[in-house]
């Protein structure tokens, strides 16, 4: 072997030691569960249950797999976060701001998303049973394959979401609003509150669904659907 190569092969391995440990040092520094709520924060699979993090910006963080167990999210900036597989119960986000955010696998049971803004966002095969989505902007929002059991949607803005293959039993639906497609692509209805509801331009629907949802005469239904005869629900007689 040359001088020539071996000092080359020298070098090299000297550029991949020091380039090993920046990278080491980077990822080092980037994930830092005691850092302050800030723009970009890595909190990556970080323990933040119980806390008071009421109006903090944590736009574009990895917030990937942190435990939220009722933490107090109120008015915060998640603006393209990433939140995936994140544990939200019994937190509140009500009034924030998740534009664009990934919330896919998240654990949500009982957690209130209430006038939040999340447009675009992803829920894709969330478990949400029992959460509140009331007076949310929830346009183009992704729910496949969530579990949405009883969540509530009153007065939500729906427009153009996917809900296909979503567990929707007992979702309540009446007072949502929307005024693009929404994609019910074989979700299940049993006994889904679509009381005066305007479903005409739903996608998806098929007369198996309806026959287990609670609706009535109000209820608006696609071209070639028909109300069931058991409609309004017993229980909303009582």
């Known amino acids: 072997m040359t001088l020539r190569r071996t000092r080359a092969y020298a ?15 980077n990822a ?16 990556h699979e970080c323990d933040k249950k119980l806390l008071i993090l009421e109006g903090q910006d944590l736009s574009g963080a990895n917030l990937f797999g942190v435990d939220f167990t009722s933490t107090d999210l109120r008015n915060s900036n998640l603006l ?13 986000l009500a009034d924030s701001t998740a534009k664009g955010a990934r919330f896919d696998r998240i654990e949500a049971y009982r ?9 675009g966002a ?30 509530q949607f009153h007065n939500a803005d729906i427009s153009g979401s996917r809900f296909s293959f979503a567990n929707l039993a ?3 639906f009446r007072g ?26 739903s996608a998806g629907l098929s007369q198996w669904q309806l026959n287990m949802a609670c609706g009535d005469a109000r209820t608006e ?7 069931p005869e058991d409609w309004p629900c017993q229980f909303q007689q009582e």
């Open 80 to 92: 393209g976060a990433n939140l995936e597989k994140a544990t939200l119960v019994r937190a509140s």
């Open 176 to 201: 949502a609003t929307f005024t693009a497609s929404i994609d019910f692509d074989r979700a299940f209805f049993f006994l889904t509150r679509i009381e005066g509801v305007d479903l005409s331009n």
């Open 11 to 25: 070098a090299s391995g000297l550029v991949l030691a020091v380039c090993t440990m920046f990278a080491w040092q």
């Open 170 to 172: 007992r979702a309540d």
């Open 122 to 151: 992803v829920f894709a095969s969330a478990e949400m049973q029992r959460s509140n989505f009331q007076d949310a902007n929830l346009t183009n929002v992704d729910f496949t394959k969530a579990e949405l059991g009883r969540a």
């Open 221 to 227: 239904l696609p071209s070639g659907l028909t109300r």
């Open 111 to 119: 957690t209130d998303f209430s006038r939040m803004d999340a447009q």
């Open 28 to 43: 080092t520094a980037a994930h830092n569960c005691h850092a302050a709520a800030t723009p970009g924060v890595n909190w």
